[in-house]
C-alpha cells in the first residue's frame, strides 16, 4: 500500500465511525486506492481514463454497500483499508468483464447501421426502433432465443480471424460472416429484434471468442439450445471461485514489471507474442514458459494455478483459451 495510503487510512476509519458515513479522508482514502488497483487492469486501458470519473462511478455503484461492509466488519484501520481495497478491486474486474459485451454489442450496431440489408422500424410502427431485415414488416419478436441461436448455429462458413494486435480488442467475427448470421437470425424471427436480443443470441453463438469469465463456453450441439441458457445480463455473474482467482490474479499483475505486463496479454498466442518480442519461435516460447512459470509461482502452489494465469492474461487484455 503507498504511503498515501496508509496515512489516510487511520483517519478514515476513525472518520466512519464517528460520521457514519464517507466523509473527506474516506473520500480520499479511495482515490487513492482506485489509483492504485486501476493500474492493474490494462483492459480498462488507465492512461485513457479520468481519475475523478472512475471514483464517481465506484461511489454510485458501491458506496451504500461499502459503508455497511465497513461499519460492520472493519475493527481497527489495517482491516478497514484492506476491505476497501478489496471492494475496488472486484469492481474493477466486474469492469473489466464487460468490456467484452459491450465491445460486442458496439459491434453489432455498425454493422446493422452501416448495412442496406437491415434497416431500423420508423416511429410509429410496432416495434419502433427494433432493427428488421429491409423491406420486411413482421411483428416485434419475442420468443424463444434458442431458436434464434440455432439459427446462427447453421450458419456455413463462419469465420473467427487470426488476432495479434495487443492494442485493439478482437472481433467475434468477420464482417461478412457477421452479416450472414445477422440475415439467418433475422429470417428465423420473421420480424424486429431488439439490439439487445441480437447480443444476446451472439453471446451465445461464439462464447469461445469472447472472455469465457463473462460467457460460459457452450457446446452447440449440447448446450446452444438448452432453455436454461443464461440472458445476455447473466453472464457478467460469475462464481465465487472465478473472482477469487481474478483478484489473486490482479495481486500478481502488481508485481510484474513493466516489460511483462506488456507480454502478459500475448502468453496464450505464441506468434503475438513472437510478433512483440521480434524474436524466433523457439524464443517466443521460452519467454512464455518464463512467465507463466513466475506467475506460477506468485500464485503461493494454489491447485487452480492455471487458472490464474488465464485470468491474469484477461485481466491484461489478452484472450485466454480453456
Not at 426502433?129 to 424463444?144: I, K, N
Request: charged share 25%.
Amino acid at each position: 500500500m503507498s504511503s498515501a495510503a496508509r496515512g489516510c487510512a487511520i483517519s478514515a476509519f476513525k472518520e466512519l465511525r464517528e460520521l457514519g458515513y464517507f466523509g473527506i479522508e474516506c473520500l480520499t482514502l479511495v482515490q487513492d486506492l482506485v489509483r492504485e488497483e486501476v493500474r492493474k487492469f490494462p483492459v480498462l486501458a488507465p492512461e485513457n481514463l479520468e481519475l475523478d470519473d472512475v471514483v464517481q462511478d465506484f461511489l454510485v455503484d458501491r458506496l451504500k454497500a461499502v459503508t455497511v461492509t465497513l461499519a460492520v466488519q472493519a475493527g481497527d484501520d489495517a482491516s478497514f483499508a484492506r476491505l476497501l481495497r478489496r471492494t475496488i478491486r472486484n469492481w474493477l474486474i466486474d469492469r473489466a468483464r464487460q468490456t467484452d459485451i459491450g465491445h460486442l454489442r458496439r459491434s453489432v450496431e455498425k454493422v446493422l447501421a452501416d448495412e442496406d440489408a437491415f434497416e431500423q422500424v420508423p416511429a410509429k410502427q410496432p416495434g419502433a426502433g427494433r432493427w428488421r431485415l429491409r423491406g420486411t414488416a413482421g411483428e416485434p419478436w419475442s420468443g424463444d432465443p434458442s431458436e434464434l441461436v440455432a439459427a446462427a448455429w447453421a450458419v456455413p462458413g463462419v469465420k473467427v480471424p487470426k488476432w495479434s494486435s495487443a492494442s485493439r480488442r478482437p472481433p467475434v467475427t468477420d464482417r461478412s460472416s457477421m452479416i450472414a448470421v445477422l440475415r439467418a437470425v433475422f429470417e428465423t424471427a420473421s420480424g424486429s429484434l431488439e439490439v439487445g436480443q441480437i447480443v444476446e443470441v451472439f453471446v451465445r453463438r461464439f462464447g469461445g471468442v469472447l472472455d469465457p469469465l463473462v460467457v460460459p463456453l457452450n457446446d452447440p450441439s449440447a448446450s446452444a439450445l438448452a432453455d436454461d441458457t443464461p440472458t445476455a445480463e447473466d453472464y457478467v455473474i460469475t462464481s465465487d471461485a472465478e473472482l477469487d482467482a481474478a483478484m489473486k490474479a490482479a495481486e500478481i499483475i502488481g508485481v510484474l514489471s513493466p516489460d511483462e505486463r506488456r507480454l502478459a496479454p500475448h502468453l496464450a498466442n505464441p506468434s503475438s507474442l513472437q510478433d512483440t518480442l521480434k524474436v524466433g519461435r523457439a524464443q517466443a516460447y521460452q519467454h512464455a514458459a518464463n512467465l507463466k512459470k513466475k506467475i506460477v509461482e506468485l500464485a503461493g502452489g494454489r491447485d487452480d494455478a492455471e487458472q490464474v494465469v488465464l485470468e491474469l492474461i484477461r485481466l491484461c487484455g489478452g484472450v485466454a483459451e480453456q
